[in-house]
């Protein structure tokens, strides 16, 4: 008899009996792929193996009531890292399954290794299916950790996994990568759909019944997400994103999912010979080496998470060799650039229809927010008139579609974090001027504030030092 053959959405994990062009629960096309059918008695075992709590009758335990329960294993672990536990909020939480996602080569396992390291010696595993022990150790002494006693196992098969993990009972346990490890009782590759779906699936289980913190990294995609099933995402506690270019030295560390804290935190490092370095004061690291007095380069701040960014917008306009122009971005939404492009068109008659236009954001970083928009135009405007700034500012603004400037959140701080880095001079939205009120009575003497209305007192600001 033929085995019976299942098919999943590697997007959203739904089971099909059949294939499909289109997924018909998240509607993605041409995503379902063949899995093989688990025995009959799988999902018995994987019920009587569950971390959920059974009684004698093997009935599920009743309700409880949510003041009654004691909090003992959401307990935080710090692992010392300012950026890394800031991200998390605050730690590690005890028996949670972490994601950890990025390029190879981005530092992954440099980060999860050095987590490990302000452990004591009987709390930690590092479980490796890509490097041998020796190749670890090297790592390690790199990043002067070659004097920490961390136990190390090279093995991609989950039944010795688990078995170390059942053995040892590790605080906490790095698992690099979940793309590497596999379970015999499944013929599929090790890397596949199932593979990785039924493998941690397992190692969930032995986390919530462990109180086990299980660090798990993973491969990107050329899309940026983690390779494998979406459903993966699903089941883990926390995704983090490690990101950066390879050709500069920051790394920024993103939570795209987290059930115990913010999901809008940022971590900033900086990738040296020695490991991994947290940045605090990030302002002057992300703006640093900028030209002034440069056309086509303006200065704003973005608040990712809790904290203030100031970065650099950069952007070239050229005439375009052909009938259709072209608009590309690097950390900024192209459709908000083709709106900005419109809003100068209308309100100051700058008519970019037939130049190349392109935008950038320095350091890797990608903005989100609308405060940038006055900051675009700026830059923009400074390029196509081959003329930079006649006042060097830190420029805050939203656009909207009538050139009218917005104002936008936090203000105050945003100007705090570019004084403490040298700036003296803002360039704010008139109409934001009521939050203000409390940041002027106190403000340092040589910082000077210039409101805006609109882009065209903006400009004329900006350009000619007058409004």
Same mark, same amino acid.
């Given at each position: ?60 335990? /009743? ?57 004591? =010696? ?9 490097? &041998? ?27 010795? #996994? ?24 499944? !013929? ?5 759909? !199932? ?12 986390? /919530? ?55 809008? =935190? ?16 990030? &302002? ?12 086509? &380069? ?14 650099? #917008? ?33 309100? #100051? ?15 890797? #970083? ?102």
């Amino acid at each position: 008899m033929a085995k019976k053959s299942l098919y999943m959405c590697t997007e959203c994990g739904q089971d099909y009996i059949g294939w499909f062009g289109r997924c018909t629960n998240c509607g993605a096309w041409d995503t379902i792929a063949e899995v093989p059918d688990s025995k009959e008695n799988k999902k018995k075992q994987a019920a009587k193996g569950s971390w959920l709590p059974f009684d004698d009758s093997g009935q599920s335990t /009743k309700p409880l009531k949510l003041n009654e329960l004691e909090a003992d294993l959401q307990d935080r672990l710090l692992t010392g890292i300012d950026e890394l536990d800031q991200v998390l909020g605050q730690g590690f939480v005890r028996g949670s399954l972490v994601l950890l996602g990025g390029d190879p080569g981005i530092g992954k396992s440099t980060l999860a290794l050095q987590a490990l390291g302000s452990f004591a =010696e009987d709390e930690t595993l590092y479980i490796s299916g890509e490097e &041998s022990a020796e190749q670890i150790r090297l790592r390690a002494e790199r990043l002067g950790l070659a004097g920490k006693a961390i136990r190390l196992l090279t093995v991609t098969d989950f039944a010795a #996994i688990e078995e170390s993990l059942r053995s040892l009972r590790p605080q906490i346990a790095v698992i690099d990568s979940i793309q590497t490890v596999y379970s015999a009782e499944l !013929s599929a590759a090790p890397g596949s759909l !199932s593979q990785i779906r039924e493998v941690t699936m397992g190692l969930l289980r032995i986390a /919530k019944e462990l109180a086990i913190t299980l660090i798990l990294t993973g491969h990107v995609t050329k899309e940026g997400t983690v390779a494998g099933p979406r459903v993966l995402e699903h089941m883990v506690d926390v995704v983090l994103y490690f990101e950066g270019e390879k050709d500069t030295s920051v790394r920024l560390l993103r939570a795209v999912k987290n059930r115990f804290g913010a999901t809008d =935190e940022l971590g900033v490092f900086e990738m040296t010979d020695k490991g991994l370095i947290s940045v605090s004061e990030t &302002s002057a690291l992300l703006s640093s080496g900028r030209p002034r007095h440069t056309a086509g &380069s303006v200065v704003t701040s973005t608040i990712e998470g809790s904290r203030p960014l100031l970065l650099e #917008i950069q952007a070239l306009t050229v005439a375009s060799p052909y009938g259709t122009p072209i608009r590309m971005t690097q950390g900024i939404d192209r459709s908000r650039l083709s709106l900005l492009l419109a809003v100068m068109a209308k309100s #100051i008659r700058v008519d970019l229809s037939q130049f190349d236009t392109y935008v950038n954001v320095t350091g890797g #970083i990608r903005i989100a927010e609308t405060a940038a928009d006055l900051a675009i135009m700026s830059a923009i405007l400074s390029t196509f008139r081959e003329e930079p700034l006649h006042l060097d500012a830190i420029v805050l603004g939203e656009v909207g579609l009538t050139g009218e400037v917005r104002p936008v959140s936090q203000m105050a701080k945003r100007i705090e974090a570019g004084s403490r880095v040298g700036w003296q001079s803002f360039v704010l939205p008139a109409a934001g001027r009521e939050q203000m009120k409390l940041y002027e009575n106190t403000q340092k003497s040589d910082v000077k504030l210039f409101y805006v209305s609109n882009v065209q007192e903006a400009f004329d600001l900006l350009f000619s030092g007058e409004k």
